[in-house]
C-alpha cells in the first residue's frame, strides 16, 4: 500500500505534463476514462459488493447504504458525466488579459491549472468519477479520499479510470485514489503544503467544517447552506408559498434548500393561510418562535439552535418580523452565506435586499434551489463556495485554475 | 486605548455603509483625505519626529530610519498617491459574467467588496495612507497595524484620515489603525476570523512567514522573490548583461529583483567575459558554484544556502547549467514562483520557458523588474501575490473584491 505522501509526490510529478496537454488530449483520455468504466462494470460492481456487505454489516442506516451502492445504471450516469466534462470548453490558456505597454512588452495573463488538487469526500463512490474528470479537464493532477465505507469502489474506480489514462501514456500522478482509508491519512494530506496547491471538502457540514480548521493547505470552503426565504408585506402569496415549498420541500438533503422562513407580520395571516396546508401536504415540521406559533396550528416552539440548523430534512424554522430591515439583520447573524431570497412586489425593498444581504447568491422572487453551477450555466460544479476568496457560489472549471503573467520583450529593463 | 477586537468590530459594523457608497462618494472621500493630510502636516511631522528619536534612542540601523523618516515632501506624496486612486475605475458594480436562463430568471454576476480588509506592515507610514486609500476605494473597512517603531506616526495618520472621512458622515470604522502595537496585537489580527475577511502582510519575508503560517483568517501571500535570469545557449551577450544588471541592480531591495543568475555552459565564457565588468562596476558580489568560479575572479565559493537566499543586497547566486532542462528543474527546486526570465534567440526554447516555469510571472528577455501592478497597468498595487489562489502575480483593486451572484425573478421554481 503507498502512503498518502508517495501518492501525492506522483501527483505532483505529474502536474507539469498535465498543464501543458491540449484540450483534444484531454478529452480523448476522458473518453477513454468513460469507456474504460462502462466496459469493468462488473469489476465496479464486485468491489462494491464488497463494501455494501461490510457497510450492512456494520448496522449502516440506509439512506448512507443507498449513497453507497452502484448499479448499471449508476455506472452509466458516472460515464455520462464524464463525457458531459469532455464537451465543455478548456478553461486552460484562455487568455483573461493582455496589452502592450508603451515600452512594447507584450503582456499576456492566462488561465493554468492550480496543480494538484486534494479532494475529501464520503461515501458516494460517483464523486470519484466526477471529481477525476473536473480535474483532468481543467489539467490539474488529483488526489482523491473518498470515505472508508466505500474504499473498495473507490480503489476499484481509480484503478479502472487511471489504467485508462495510463494506456494513453499520462502519468499514474495523474489520478490518485488514497489507498489509506484510515482517519490519519484525511489528517496527511491537510499537512502536504508542499504538494497540494488546494484542498476541497465536499460532503456534509462536519467534514467541511473539520477540513476547513485543519488544514494547513489552502481549502475552498463549500457548501454548508442555512438559506432563509424573506416573505415581504408586498409578497405575492401564492408565489411565497409556491417558492418556499419548493426551495425547503424539492429536495430537503442539499445545501440550497431552504431551512428557514421569515414573514413580515402584516402578510402573516394570509401567508399561513395558504402556506400550511401546502406544508401539511408534505409532512413539514413547523419550528416557530411565539409570534407564529401563534398563528400555526401543530407547530412546535424553536428553539435558539433552531435559527442556526442545517436541517437536511422536512423541518423548518419560522419566524416572523416587523419589516425589511429586522429580516435583514437576522440573515446577517443566522445566515451561512450561501443562498437568500426575498418575495415581494416592492421595488425598494428587493433592491435592498439584493445590495445588503452578504452572501453568495441572493435572489428576489424566486427558489434558492437555484444555485447550482448547472442551473448558472457554468456547464457542471465542483461546488458551492461559501468563501470569499478566490471562488463564490457555484465553482465551474476556472475555479480549478489561477493565472499567469506571460511577458514577451526584446530586451526591455525598467528605468 | 481600545483593543484591537473592539476596533476589528467597529470596522465589522461600518462595512455594510462602505459597501453601499457610490465611487463618487468613495472619491470625494479620497480626495478630503489627501487634503486633511496635506492641511495636518506640521502635526503628523511632530507625530513622527516622536517616532524618531526612539528609534534613534534605540539605535536602529539607519536604512530603517530612512523608512521611518516623514518630511513635508513625503506627505506630499502620499496625498498624491491617495488621489491616484481616487482616479482609478470603481471595481465594485462592476458586472462580470451575466445571462438570461431558460426559465427567465436573470442571473448577474456582480463584483462587491470583501467586507474588512487587515492589513499587518512594518515600519513605513506612508503604507497606512495607501492601504486606507485602496481599501476605501474597493469598499472595505480596513484595521491597519504597521509596526510599533512607527505608533505614533501611523496613529496620527489614521486619526487626521479617519476624522476627514467621519466629517463626511463615514463611519469610524471605515479606517482603523490598530492601536495596541504590542507583538499580541498582531497575533490577535490573525484569530479575527468573524471580524475580518482577509489578512495581508506587507513587508520582509520573515513577517510574511510569521502571518501565513500563524493566521486562521485567509492570507494573501505576497512578496517573496528569489527570482532567476537564465541566460540561454542562444541568448544575445549584450541583451542578456543589460537585462541581468537591471534585474540585480536597479532596486537590490524590492521582491521583484533577481538573485540568481543561471548561464549555459555554451555561452557561459562570452557571457562572463561582458558581465563582469558591469557588475564589477556594481560591486555586486557574485557566489558561484565550481564552475562559474572558475571564470569569474573574485567570485566567493556559493553555499547551499545561497540557492534559496532573497539576498535584497548587491549580491548574486551565479550557476553554470547544462541546458534549458536543468535551468527548469533548478528553477522548480529553488524559485518562489514569483518572476522568472529567460534570455534567448530560441523561438523553441522562450515557449518552453513560458509553458514550464510555474511563475506568478515568466519573461522573455526582459527584466523581471517590470513585475509591478503600475508597470502591467493595473494602476495600482495592492502586493504582488506568490499564492495561487484568489490571486496571482500584481494585486489591483480587484483583488480586494469579491463576487456575488444577483437572481431575479417572476416566481420561478426547481423541477
Known amino acids: 500500500m503507498k502512503t498518502v505522501l508517495e501518492q501525492a509526490a506522483l501527483c505532483k510529478a505529474a502536474a507539469p505534463a498535465l498543464a501543458g496537454l491540449s484540450a483534444g488530449e484531454k478529452n480523448a483520455a476522458l473518453e477513454a476514462m468513460a469507456a474504460a468504466l462502462e466496459a469493468a462494470a462488473q469489476e465496479i460492481l ?18 448512507l447504504l443507498d449513497r453507497l451502492a452502484l448499479d448499471e445504471g449508476r455506472i452509466g450516469a ?10 465543455l470548453p478548456d478553461p486552460i490558456g484562455q487568455v483573461v488579459r493582455g496589452n502592450t505597454l508603451p515600452n512594447g512588452l507584450q503582456v499576456t495573463q492566462a488561465r493554468v491549472p492550480l496543480g494538484v488538487v486534494g479532494i475529501i469526500y464520503e461515501a458516494r463512490p460517483n464523486v470519484t468519477a466526477d471529481a477525476a474528470a473536473l480535474c483532468l ?20 474506480l481509480g484503478q479502472v479510470m487511471g489504467g485508462a489514462l495510463e494506456a494513453l501514456g499520462l502519468p499514474a500522478g495523474a489520478l490518485q ?5 484510515g482517519r490519519e491519512s484525511a489528517q496527511a494530506m491537510m499537512e502536504l503544503t508542499d504538494y497540494l496547491d488546494v484542498l476541497i471538502p465536499r460532503g456534509g457540514a462536519g ?6 480548521a485543519g488544514s494547513r493547505v489552502p481549502v475552498i470552503r463549500t457548501g454548508e447552506g442555512v438559506c432563509h426565504i424573506y416573505v415581504d408585506q408586498s409578497a405575492q402569496v401564492e408565489m411565497a408559498v409556491r417558492v418556499l415549498v419548493n426551495a425547503k420541500c424539492s429536495r430537503p438533503s442539499v445545501c440550497n434548500a431552504a431551512e428557514c422562513v421569515l414573514v413580515h407580520r402584516a402578510i402573516a395571516p394570509a401567508f399561513w393561510a395558504a402556506a400550511l396546508p401546502a406544508l401539511a401536504e408534505r409532512h413539514v415540521e413547523l419550528r416557530c418562535d ?8 401543530g407547530g412546535v416552539p424553536a428553539t435558539e439552535e433552531d435559527w442556526d440548523s442545517e436541517y437536511g430534512d422536512y423541518i423548518l424554522a ?17 445566515g451561512s452565506h450561501h443562498s437568500e431570497a426575498i418575495i415581494t412586489q416592492d421595488y425598494a425593498a428587493a433592491q ?21 453551477g448547472g442551473e448558472f450555466g457554468l456547464g457542471c460544479e465542483i461546488g458551492i463556495s461559501t468563501q470569499k476568496l478566490h471562488a463564490r457560489g457555484p465553482m465551474g472549471l476556472e475555479a480549478l485554475t489561477t493565472t499567469k503573467f506571460l511577458i514577451r520583450g526584446q530586451g526591455q529593463v525598467r528605468e
Chains 1, 2 share one sequence.
Open 318 to 334: 419560522c419566524r416572523e418580523v416587523g419589516g425589511l430591515e429586522e429580516a435583514l439583520a437576522f440573515i446577517a447573524a443566522h
Open 46 to 63: 464486485a468491489a462494491n459488493a464488497q463494501d455494501l456487505s461490510a457497510a450492512r454489516a456494520a448496522g449502516t442506516r440506509p439512506a
Open 177 to 181: 485514489v488514497v489507498e489509506d482509508a
Open 352 to 372: 435592498t435586499f439584493l445590495d445588503q444581504v452578504d452572501a453568495a447568491a441572493v435572489y428576489v422572487n424566486a427558489s434558492t434551489r437555484f444555485t447550482d
Open 207 to 212: 467534514l467541511i467544517r473539520a477540513v476547513s
Open 290 to 297: 411565539p409570534a407564529t406559533l401563534a398563528r400555526v396550528p
Open 78 to 87: 458516472m460515464a455520462r458525466g464524464i463525457r458531459q466534462v469532455a464537451a
Open 137 to 156: 479537464k481543467s489539467g490539474n493532477a488529483a488526489l482523491l479520499r473518498g470515505g472508508k465505507e466505500a474504499r473498495n469502489s473507490n480503489l476499484c
